[in-house]
């Protein structure tokens, strides 16, 4: 092998290394916010506990009583470079089998 080949594979490797550092977290964050989606269900606002909040996925995330440990655990799995002022919303309804956080 000579050396422009050499050259340009290392090019290669080292702009794959930048697409899959830029890409890895903003795949990891569509997963958890898939999964948050997919957790916010209810039949009244009793089933709806918040999980915990961090930008990018919302200062209250709330989830169905039986999903809000796993999710808990995928948000503080997140390794968040935002930051958020949030508004006090401690009630939550469920609103067409949805749970949805009530602001003042």
Known sequence: MN??????????????????????????????????????YCENYSDCVDA????????YVYVNKNEVRKISQLIQSFNSKCVYGCLTCQTVICENNKCKEVCE
């Open 52 to 59: 915990g909040g961090k930008c990018p996925f919302g200062c």
């Open 3 to 40: 050396k422009k080949n050499i050259v340009w594979i290392i090019i290669f490797l080292f702009g794959v290394s930048i697409i899959i550092l830029f890409t890895l977290p903003k795949i990891h964050e569509l997963k958890i916010k898939t999964e948050i989606i997919k957790a916010n």
